[in-house]
């Protein structure tokens, strides 16, 4: 099952490499042919409907509303044998696990929120600038820490040697950021707006247009990886990974509203995403609760 | 108590390798210098195959037990030690961090490295432990390891190599499975 992985694609750096030409070659002429064994998007719709509908008897039972996606959710084949079987272990975190790796001006520079200026010419898409704050559990801001994320392209083509979907990579786009938040909390992101992309899950199994985000917070237990859609897709319903989240108002947390207050005329149409990470678990410093930056090298 | 809920997580997916990993980014310090480790291991599945897309981080105290604040863990500079590390598993599963053995936070604690892991296929990330294998009276006492069966406990003790580095594995699942943490303490976390 292990995929080739070319570790020239895999360790570059997007910002000074350009990996686009080589991944290019790789790309497929044709369509791949469809794969007769393939389950059906029908087979994996049903099962998706049976896990919603046992979920829905679950919460008339009186059962608490999931938050998080199921780490065990077999409509997405691939977590069937990657899922612990055990309990996760209830644990209260120790002094280590209570703050979070500092990150600041110097790991991230300014420009890397951008990520349509990272090449000579302008990507090709829909430009959009995505923004939003991050906060704890508690409604506070998470101030000076690092947001990370990456995306498809216009197209739905992830510049990655392990995508074979036959569209065009864009010479001009990388689909790779970074930035700190501010005092805030907040960050903002200026990417094109990622095509729909399909993957070997089923037969004509397409995941909706999203965008990953990695967040730190101020302790390592909030740490977390996710991803954010677009209002509206049809694909939804139909996919395994945003069905892994069960309860309709968890999932709806992962969808970007659309802002035109904030959409720059002639320019760029803007979505809002805040993420709340979870509570926390220490008292923090005076720096932390004012959100003051990360740097601090004195 | 919390008064929003927390976002909820999603699989990291196939296509990080051009995102998340960077450069140095497993050398908490320079292979080689005084004092460093090899931290290693290989991550499998329920089947017992080596996954090839996992992607680990590290976060631990220094040498003397000290939580670092420091920044620059995305541009090493060859001499700040930051506590953080990242490490995208090759095609045979097997990760590689170079770091320092962690001291205790606090006196008679025993030392662990925390961790998190994160996979194509694992719906959100999982936190666990390694902990150091020497000090066997802090182990003992520590509340996370005394709380687990031996079997279980074993899973988060990594083994002393010959040249000092520290081996241990992961399983997501199957025998032998890495006891993974929850810290929540909400209704409705991952199950």
């Keep these: ?298 | 108590m919390s008064k929003l809920t927390p976002t909820p997580g999603q699989t990291v997916g196939p296509f990080y390798g051009y995102a998340l990993p960077y450069a140095k980014d497993r050398e908490l310090l320079a292979p080689g210098s005084p004092g460093s480790i090899r931290l290693q291991g290989t991550v499998y599945d329920g089947a017992g195959h080596p996954i090839p897309d996992a992607i680990l981080e590290i976060w631990q105290a220094d040498a003397d037990g000290k939580v670092p604040h420091r920044t620059g863990s995305l541009v090493r500079d060859g001499y700040t030690f930051t506590g953080f590390g990242r490490s995208a598993v090759g095609n045979t599963g097997d990760f590689t961090f170079t770091t320092v053995n962690p001291g205790p936070t606090e006196e008679g604690a025993a030392p662990f490295i925390a961790v998190a892991v994160f996979a194509r296929g694992l719906m959100n990330r999982l936190f666990t432990r390694v902990y150091l294998p020497e000090d066997e009276e802090a182990l003992a006492k520590d509340p996370l390891l005394s709380a687990l069966a031996p079997d279980r406990r074993r899973t988060l003790i990594a083994r002393r190599d010959a040249d000092g580095g520290l081996t241990w594995d992961i399983r997501l699942q199957g025998d032998g499975e890495t006891v993974f943490l929850d810290f929540s303490d909400a209704e409705g976390a991952s199950k």
């Excluded at chain 1, 895999?10 to 790789?26: I, K, R, W």
């Excluded at chain 1, 046992?54 to 084949?77: M, V």
């Excluded at chain 1, 069937?80 to 079987?85: A, G, I, K, Q």
């Excluded at chain 1, 992101?189 to 199994?205: D, E, V």
């Design chain 1, 1 to 298: 099952m292990p995929e080739e992985i070319n570790l020239e694609i895999y360790n570059a750096d997007p910002l000074t490499e350009d990996v686009s030409d080589e991944a290019t070659e790789a790309a497929p002429k044709t369509y791949a042919p469809l794969d007769a064994a393939a389950e059906s998007q029908a087979d994996l719709s049903a099962e998706m409907k049976a896990i919603g509908e046992a979920y829905a008897q679950a919460l008339k039972n009186g059962a608490p509303a999931e938050t998080q996606p199921r780490l065990d959710y077999a409509p997405y084949r691939s977590s069937v044998l990657r899922h612990p079987t055990k309990d996760l272990h209830h644990a209260d975190p120790e002094t280590i696990e209570l703050y979070s790796p500092a990150f600041g001006h110097m790991d991230v520079h300014a420009l890397e929120a951008d990520l349509t200026i990272q090449h000579n010419g302008e990507p090709l898409g829909e430009r959009i600038v995505v923004s939003g704050r991050v906060l704890d559990g508690d409604g506070r801001p998470v101030a000076g820490q690092l947001v990370e994320i990456w995306q498809a392209n216009s197209a739905g083509r992830y510049i990655h040697k392990r995508d074979q979907h036959p569209a065009p990579l864009d010479p001009n786009f990388t689909g790779v950021g970074r930035c700190i938040t501010g005092a805030d909390g907040s960050y903002s992101f200026t990417t094109i707006k990622p095509g729909a992309y399909p993957w070997k899950n089923h037969l004509n199994a397409w995941r909706p247009a999203h965008i990953h985000f990695s967040l730190f917070g101020q302790e390592f237990t909030q740490r977390i990886i996710t991803q954010m859609y677009f209002p509206g897709d049809q694909l939804f319903p139909l996919d395994p990974i945003y069905q892994s989240i069960v309860d309709q108002d968890a999932r709806d947390r992962l969808v970007a509203t659309y802002n035109h207050e904030q959409t720059k005329p002639e320019w760029a149409l803007a979505y809002n995403w805040d993420i709340v990470l979870t509570g926390s678990k220490r008292t923090w410093t005076e720096n932390e609760a004012l959100g003051a930056e990360g740097d601090d090298h004195e």
